[in-house]
């Protein structure tokens, strides 16, 4: 029991259960929003009056709500903007300001699996295979001994 109690009182399993709550919130009132206001303008804008989310058409006894479609789809494409413009594209930019990508530094392949690692590498990041140190332009590096 202790583990368990250790394992749900560690920050990362804290952080994502607010994120999941926050996140669930956050949609109820954003499909809020669309069912509010922005449904009833599509209706406005295509003449339809009434609810547009119950709008539906039937064909050989099926019927197929496309309002209820519309809705979600306008839901989807809030939630989706506010989490890009708000949250990716401020993350992406504090990354980029404050850990400069290692791309800059020059890269090679490992010999074993061929992914792309840093010059200065003494492990692949992917495999983990021991690899090869490049000497330094100054002659300064070393080479690592071989695998035993």
Request: net charge positive; with cysteine.
């Amino acid at each position: 029991m202790k583990g368990f109690r250790t394992f749900l009182l560690r920050g990362n399993v804290v952080e994502l259960a607010v994120g999941i709550v926050v996140g669930a919130a956050f949609t109820a009132l954003v499909s809020g929003f669309v069912k509010a206001f922005l449904t009833p303008i599509v209706g406005l804008m295509s003449g339809a009056s009434g609810d547009y989310s119950r709008k539906a058409f039937t064909v050989s006894g099926v019927t197929f709500p496309y309002g209820a479609f519309i809705d979600a789809t306008i839901s989807f494409v809030i939630v989706a903007s506010v989490i890009y413009f708000l949250v990716i594209l401020p993350m992406n930019r504090m990354q980029e300001r404050f850990f400069p990508k290692a791309a800059a530094a020059p890269m090679r392949e490992c010999p074993e699996c061929l992914t792309p690692i840093p010059q200065a590498a003494r492990r692949c990041s992917a495999c983990t295979a021991e690899v090869q140190q490049v000497p330094s332009e100054n002659g300064a590096g070393h080479r690592m001994p071989s695998q035993r």
